[in-house]
């Protein structure tokens, strides 16, 4: 197998983001949130640590969107039918993009609203804590969509 060049490595790195970017409406949501959080932080003057959180989130989301992506379009080409474990995974992979989300807003609204005069760290850490916490409770009482308590009474007949 011949080696590729760095450059080589680095232009597939580039056409697979540009893929992304092209065919995946998230995607260009995400970007285009990240550019405007970008010139709001440079408008505001953050300090080091602030954007180092700022970017840190950023990376999050879209590394996340990027992967949710990728899985989405692998799944549907190893098992182009539907079904319900692929759907499953899917809807993982989609739930990984919405925590990476909650963690960037939360980092937002702690940055910018300190920079506005307004302490919000713990109204926003709490959303990312509920959240956390709804999506634990539901994990315990619902599974596959139904009430876990009827599922365990027709599996007993």
């Keep these: 197998m011949k080696?590729?060049?760095?450059?080589?490595s680095?232009?597939?790195?580039?056409?697979?983001?540009?893929?992304a970017l092209k065919t995946q409406r998230n995607m260009k949501i995400h970007f285009v949130?990240?550019?405007?959080?970008?010139?709001?932080s440079l408008?505001?003057?953050?300090?080091?640590?602030?954007?180092?959180?700022?970017f840190l989130a950023i990376t999050l989301v879209i590394v996340s969107e990027t992967?949710?992506?990728?899985?989405?379009?692998?799944?549907?080409?190893?098992?182009?039918?539907?079904?319900?474990?692929?759907?499953?995974?899917?809807?993982?992979?989609?739930?990984?993009?919405?925590?990476?989300?909650?963690?960037?807003?939360?980092?937002?609204?702690?940055i910018f609203g300190k920079r506005f005069g307004f302490d919000l760290s713990v109204y926003a850490?709490?959303?990312?804590?509920?959240?956390?916490?709804f999506v634990f409770i539901i994990s315990i009482f619902i599974k596959d969509g139904k009430n876990k308590d009827k599922d365990d009474r027709t599996k007993k007949f």
């Design 3 to 8: 080696r590729r060049s760095l450059l080589s």
């Design 10 to 19: 680095f232009k597939y790195a580039f056409n697979g983001m540009s893929h």
């Design 33 to 40: 949130t990240a550019a405007a959080v970008v010139v709001v």
């Design 43 to 54: 408008l505001l003057k953050l300090e080091v640590d602030e954007f180092l959180w700022i």
């Design 67 to 110: 992967f949710n992506s990728f899985f989405e379009e692998f799944l549907d080409f190893v098992n182009p039918q539907y079904h319900e474990a692929v759907k499953h995974m899917k809807d993982m992979a989609a739930g990984s993009v919405l925590t990476a989300s909650i963690f960037a807003i939360t980092v937002a609204i702690i």
């Design 125 to 133: 850490s709490s959303v990312l804590f509920a959240y956390l916490f």
